[in-house]
Each structure stands twice: as structure tokens, then as C-alpha cells.
């Protein structure tokens, strides 16, 4: 991914909210026929991604355990007009742009055959997004038939993919004045773009 400098997300925290706020990622796997994309929801478990896909999936039949894969997480992002830029109308000086933030993630993928550790992967993400869905009301694995749990049990394969390298990027329009950047905030703040007018709240702060 290119990353110029003043765009590269070096804060941990920023990383970590923005992978738990957009769980749903993007794997890219070279395979022997090529190039494979596939999409799911994939949860942080210390130095490491969890998944599930299924069983009909040709991943873990053509990826070999510790293969290396690539994890993108996509976060908010917004299409960003000149006519916001105060500096426009003086100069003329300004084009297009579009503001995002994303996270890339390199590890090796291990595929997980066993029940016990099928089982794990998908009580942690059905605990994680019933809960934050559902609270105390959340949904649990204990309420399906037991019988109809190893069905589906039995059509999944889990995976786990250790961390390896971690690139995450916030083009936020760092590289404007900041009468420019000030203004492009308040427009992220109006269009309801809330995560995006956040961080550039946050970097506001040592502009």
C-alpha cells in the first residue's frame, strides 16, 4: 500500500478501534490460480485474526498451512470536493480528493480442522457481535438444537492467522493548511462521516 509519511497511522489504539469497528475484511491469498479474494468478519485474538470459512471454500484445500495472506479492514472514508478548501477561492489551487482510513494486515494462515477449536472461533465472534447487537439479550450457540450446532459445526473450517506485518494509513488531508483541514473536519462532522471528523479532531491537535 502506498503510504506517504504524513498519512501513515502509526497510533496503536487508532489500528486497534479501527479493526473492531470494521470487522468485516477483506483476505487476499496468492494461490496456484492466482490471486484469491474472499470476505468475512475476522476478530483480533492477541497477536492474532480469527475466522471461519466454509467447508465447500477451496482456501484450505489450496492454501498451505502458513501461507502468507493479506487482511485489509476498511474503515470510514468520503469523497472530499475543492469548493470545501477556504484557500480555494484565493488561489484556485485545489482538486478532487478522497479521505480514508485502512488497515493491512500480513500473516501466515493456519487452518483449523478440529471441533474444539471450530467451536472457539465462532463463540468468539458470535459473543463479540451479539453482544454489541443484542446485549444482554445477546443470541447464544446453546440456543440452536445441538444437532443442528454440529451440522453446522461440521461445514466450517476455522482459521488463524499470526500477525506479521501491520500498515494502516489515515488520509485525512494532512497535507493541507490548516484553514483547509479545519474545514474539511466540520465538513466530515456535517455529513455524518463521525469517525472520520473524530481523527482529524484527534490530529488537529498537534497540527
Not at 479474494?37 to 466454509?54: E, M, Q, S, T, Y
Not at 493491512?104 to 471450530?118: E, L, M, P, S, T
Not at 458470535?126 to 446485549?135: M, S
Not at 494509513?169 to 473536519?185: E, G, M, T, Y
Request: net charge neutral; aromatic share 8%; no cysteine.
Amino acid at each position: 500500500m502506498y503510504t506517504p509519511d504524513q498519512f501513515r497511522e502509526t497510533d496503536t489504539a487508532e489500528i486497534e478501534a479501527l479493526i473492531d469497528r470494521h470487522p468485516f475484511a477483506t483476505l487476499v491469498a496468492q494461490t496456484p490460480e492466482g490471486l484469491v479474494a474472499n470476505h468475512f468478519p475476522l476478530l483480533k485474538d492477541g497477536d492474532a485474526l480469527v475466522g471461519h470459512i466454509a467447508l465447500a471454500n477451496d482456501l484450505h484445500r489450496v492454501l498451505d498451512d502458513g501461507a502468507e495472506v493479506l487482511a485489509i479492514f476498511r474503515g470510514e472514508d468520503s469523497y472530499i470536493s475543492p469548493n470545501w478548501y477556504p484557500a480555494k477561492a484565493e488561489t484556485h489551487k485545489a482538486v478532487p480528493t478522497w479521505n480514508y482510513q485502512v488497515v493491512h494486515i500480513h500473516g501466515r494462515i493456519n487452518f483449523q480442522h478440529d471441533r474444539k477449536a471450530k467451536l472457539a472461533i465462532v463463540g468468539k465472534l458470535t459473543k463479540r457481535h451479539e453482544e454489541a447487537v443484542n446485549g444482554s439479550g445477546a443470541w447464544r450457540m446453546a440456543d440452536a438444537p445441538a444437532d443442528y450446532m454440529e451440522s453446522m459445526l461440521g461445514n466450517i473450517v476455522g482459521f488463524r492467522i499470526e500477525i506479521g506485518r501491520v500498515l494502516a494509513k489515515s488520509k485525512l488531508n494532512q497535507n493541507r493548511a490548516n484553514a483547509d483541514f479545519n474545514a474539511v473536519a466540520e465538513r466530515m462532522a456535517e455529513r455524518g462521516k463521525a469517525r472520520l471528523a473524530a481523527r482529524m479532531t484527534d490530529l488537529k491537535k498537534g497540527r
